[in-house]
C-alpha cells in the first residue's frame, strides 16, 4: 500500500520556469491538501480540495495553482517560479470522520524545490 | 480561525529524561487534536491524536498527551528519551465548521536528545 506519493522527489528550477508537482494517494481519500514547510514556520496550507474537481486556497495561495482531475490525484503548478517558493512541499490527504470533524492527514515524503 | 502555539522552538534533554513538548490551542470547543513527528528528510507521520474519546491519549514509541479543556493544552509527554527521538515535532488542530477538513499546524518543536 503505497500511502501518498508525491514526483518529483528534488527539482531545481530557474526564476521563470514553471513546473508541476505531482500527488497520488490509494487510500480513496476525499480531501487532499498541498502545505509548504519553511524553517520555522510549521507547515503552512497552499491550497486543497474536498473532492474531484474542487479546489480551494489555502494561507499562502499566491503564485501557485492547483487541479484535482481525478479523485486520486491532486496537481500543484507553479507557473512562473521565484526563489520565494523555495521550500519543501508536502502533500497530504485526509478522510472524514462522520460527526463534522476532520481525522488525521497522511502525508507524502515531500518534494524539495529549489529555485536560483 | 483555529491556532496552534507551540511554546519552544527546541527542547535539549538528556537520554533517559523526561520529556515535554508543549502545544496549546486557541478555539473554546474541542477540535480534534494531533501530534505529528517528522525526521529527517522524510513526510509527517502521526504519533497521535485525540478525537473526544479519552483525555489521555497513548500514541507509538511510548509517547502520550493529555488533553486539558481548562488550559486549552494538548502536550506530549515521554517518560524516557531515547536517542532515536530526535526529530522535529508538530501539533496540529481540526478547524470548525465549514473549515473543518483543514488542519492547521503549529511552528514545531525540534527535539534534541543528548547522550
Known amino acids: 500500500n503505497a500511502g501518498v506519493t508525491q514526483t518529483p522527489k528534488f527539482r531545481v528550477l530557474k526564476t521563470g520556469q514553471s513546473m508541476t508537482l505531482l500527488c497520488a494517494q490509494d487510500m480513496n481519500h476525499e480531501y487532499m491538501y498541498w502545505y509548504r514547510q519553511d524553517p520555522g514556520m510549521g507547515l503552512r496550507l497552499i491550497h486543497y480540495?474536498?473532492?474531484?474537481?474542487?479546489?480551494a486556497k489555502g494561507e499562502v495561495p499566491d503564485g501557485y495553482n492547483v487541479s484535482r482531475l481525478k479523485k486520486q490525484n491532486f496537481l500543484l503548478g507553479l507557473e512562473s517560479a521565484a526563489p520565494s517558493q523555495t521550500s519543501v512541499y508536502f502533500c497530504a490527504s485526509s478522510y472524514w470522520a462522520g460527526d463534522g470533524m476532520n481525522t488525521e492527514a497522511f502525508f507524502g515524503q515531500g518534494t524539495r524545490l529549489t529555485v536560483v | 480561525a483555529q491556532s496552534v502555539t507551540q511554546l519552544g522552538s527546541h527542547v535539549s534533554v538528556s537520554e533517559g529524561a523526561l520529556v515535554l513538548l508543549r502545544c496549546n490551542y486557541s478555539?473554546?470547543?474541542?477540535?480534534?487534536l494531533f501530534w505529528y513527528v517528522q525526521y529527517p528528510n522524510q513526510g509527517l507521520q502521526l504519533l497521535l491524536k485525540y478525537t473526544s474519546a479519552a483525555t489521555l491519549v497513548k500514541g507509538i514509541n511510548g509517547f502520550e498527551a493529555e488533553f486539558k479543556k481548562s488550559e486549552t493544552s494538548f502536550h506530549l509527554t515521554k517518560p524516557s528519551a531515547h536517542m532515536s527521538d530526535a526529530a522535529e515535532y508538530f501539533c496540529a488542530v481540526s478547524d470548525h465548521g465549514d473549515s473543518s477538513y483543514k488542519l492547521i499546524f503549529g511552528s514545531g518543536t525540534r527535539l534534541l536528545v543528548r547522550p
Open positions: 480540495s474536498v473532492g474531484e474537481g474542487t479546489t
Open positions: 478555539s473554546s470547543v474541542p477540535p480534534y
